[in-house]
């Protein structure tokens, strides 16, 4: 069973920077593409960003284009969010989590940016 554990959120003023990290137990990590998603208060969780397997290649929702990057190491079995020019409507717990969905939620993340 994946475990997995997000941190480095905070409280940041707008146009800061914050990276997050998220760290999965468990040998199947190498073999899934994995998004970063979020949810803020009173609306639905959404896919902020995906990589592949390898790191090979990443997407982005538009509303985050240009300004974060996800990057992963497999030896490590990491996956990182780097997120610049934080925006008030940044604000959300962050997660992340295999492409698919399939593995147990880990506890979240705060980003709070403050106008």
């Known amino acids: 069973q994946v475990q997995l554990v997000e941190s480095g959120g905070g409280l940041v003023q707008a146009g800061g920077s914050l990276r997050l990290s998220c760290a999965a137990s468990?040998?199947?990590?190498?073999?899934?593409?994995m998004n970063w998603f979020r949810q803020a208060p009173g609306k639905e969780r959404e896919v902020v960003a995906a990589?592949?397997?390898?790191?090979?290649?990443?997407s982005y929702a538009d509303s985050v284009k240009g300004r974060f990057t996800i990057s992963r190491d497999n030896a490590k079995n990491a996956v990182y969010l780097q997120m610049n020019s934080l925006k008030p409507e940044d604000t959300a717990v962050y997660y992340c989590?295999?492409?698919?969905?399939?593995?147990?939620w880990g506890q979240g993340t705060q980003v709070t940016v403050s106008s």
């Open positions: 468990g040998r199947t990590f190498n073999s899934n593409a």
């Open positions: 989590n295999a492409r698919d969905q399939s593995w147990p």
């Open positions: 990589i592949s397997r390898t790191g090979g290649s990443t």
